[in-house]
């Protein structure tokens, strides 16, 4: 099995920064692409950034430059640093990996569990 595991979410006043760290673990062959997605209440799941292993980054164009994605492939870790926080940047933000697993086989996609990041004062 594979498991996503995120942290680092929390209550940040706006102007604010946050790093949220995501692991991944279990029966994992190789990791393609990780990422991270956000979905704020009554919306849908968006897409906020993602790295090749090969360090090829793509980001939302909304986020005028205020993230940043990166990613330790030994530790099968990715982080986003999220500086500048705004209101609207405030949802539940969930890890992605597009990876080959060994139990079950295959090549599919993970999500973590989701981290809530709420920016306010």
């Known amino acids: 099995q594979v498991q996503l595991v995120e942290s680092g979410g929390g209550l940040v006043q706006p102007g604010g920064s946050l790093r949220l760290s995501c692991a991944a673990s279990?029966?994992?062959?190789?990791?393609?692409?990780m990422g991270w997605y956000r979905q704020a209440p009554g919306k849908q799941r968006d897409l906020v950034a993602t790295i090749t292993s090969g360090g090829s980054t793509n980001y939302a164009d909304s986020l005028e430059g205020r993230f940043t994605i990166s990613r330790d492939n030994h530790k099968n870790t990715v982080y986003l640093q999220m500086n500048g926080l705004k209101p609207e940047d405030t949802a539940v933000y969930y890890c992605?990996?597009?990876?080959?697993?060994?139990?079950?086989?295959?090549?599919?996609?993970?999500w973590g569990q989701g981290t809530q990041v709420t920016v306010s004062s």
């Open positions: 279990g029966s994992i062959f190789s990791i393609y692409t």
């Open positions: 992605n990996a597009h990876l080959v697993a060994t139990m079950p086989p295959g090549l599919r996609d993970y």
